[in-house]
Structures are given as C-alpha cells and as structure tokens.
C-alpha cells in the first residue's frame, strides 16, 4: 500500500523552492531558508516581490532574445550602435562580459543556450530559426555584413560555433570567432599546453 503524502508546510515549501537555484542542496537550501527568517525577514519580503515581479514582467527581446521588460530592449534601440555588426553569444551574462570590455559596438543575439543534443538542446531550443531571420531580414533596415561567434570555449560551445558558422558561410555572410590564447598579463610558465598550443595556432603578423 502506498504511503499517503505529507502535506508540506510553508517552511519546507520555500527550502524546496530555493533548491531550484543552481548548486544549492539541500543543506544549502535549509541554510538560506533559516538565515532569512531568522535574520532578514524583510529582505525575504524584497526577494520574494522582486522575483514575483521580475517572472511577470520580464520576456525576451524581440530582436536579440536577450532578457528584456520592453518588446525591443535598450541595447537593440540604442541608435549608436552598428547594426550591421552581430555578435552571437549563449547567454545574457555573456552578453554583459562582451558590453563590459567596451569594445563592440555593434548588436547581439542570444541563444539562451548551445547545441547539446545529450541534454535535448538542439537548433529549436537555441533559437536558430529566429537567429536566420534576424542575419537574413533584419527589421533594422540595414544587412548584415559580419556575425563574431562569441560562444563559450567548451566541446558544446565549440559546436554551436561551428554549426552556426557553416550555415551563414553557406549564405554569404562573413563570420569571425573571437579569439583565445594567453590571457592578458599571463606568464608563459602557468599557462595550461592547450591554451599555449591555441594561442600558437592563432597567431597573427604584428603591425
């Protein structure tokens, strides 16, 4: 005979609410739990209106998928820009490092992922057909002439690169990757051979 279930009360309820954050156990989660009922109830207060507010009205940009409150977020709006210029990368914290070198100045489209079919992460999930429309009809008005593949160094990263990079060479469009190497203010001495062996590959003539 099955066991009938426990109803949970309010203070299990929010432990396993808080379990859905990535790397929180329960342990983890139970601690975080105590800590604002015990210490910071109006900060718990704060959390839980900010998020009710931010899962509310919070989407997707229409033109760049990023994380947005308007239909066309202020980054796509911002007449400065060159529109002409797509970077592609997998999340919106990407999208933040990129802005925070202050040295692209063109737009962005985020996947909100990468290719992984072990992980059912294939060209839907990431946006792909969206990504087409955007390269080959921009509502900008203004064609794109080159796409910088911006996605993270890892084995899937790699491949959403690839995959992304033979479908618009295939079109016509020119398409760059960022690059990798010795990190700025490395030593020779501590760096990994793999990182060593890329920056090798990827050499440019000076000047």
Do not use: W
């Amino acid at each position: 005979m099955a066991r009938p279930e426990v109803p949970q009360d309010a203070l299990h309820r929010l432990i396993e609410a808080l379990r859905v954050l990535p790397g929180v156990g329960p342990k983890s989660a139970q601690r975080m739990a105590f800590y604002l009922l015990q210490h910071d109830r109006n900060g718990a207060a704060v959390l839980a209106q900010s998020l009710g507010e931010a899962v509310e009205t919070v989407g997707h940009c229409a033109r760049c998928n990023t994380f947005s409150e308007d239909q066309i977020c202020s980054t796509c709006s911002d007449g400065r820009r060159d529109p002409s210029l797509l970077c592609i990368v997998e999340t919106p914290a990407d999208q933040i490092m990129v802005e925070q070198t202050l040295s692209f100045k063109g737009n962005y489209f985020v996947l909100m992922g990468r290719l992984s079919p072990l992980d059912g992460m294939g060209p839907n999930e990431i946006h792909f057909d969206r990504l087409m429309i955007r390269v080959e009809n921009p509502d900008t008005g203004v064609p794109v002439r080159e796409v910088v593949l911006a996605t993270n160094f890892t084995s899937e990263g790699e491949a959403t690169a690839h995959y992304i990079g033979e479908v618009l060479k295939a079109k016509g469009i020119k398409v760059t990757r960022i690059a990798r190497g010795i990190p700025v203010g490395g030593e020779l001495e501590y760096v990994d051979a793999g990182t060593l062996a890329r920056a090798m590959m990827d050499r440019r003539t000076l000047g």
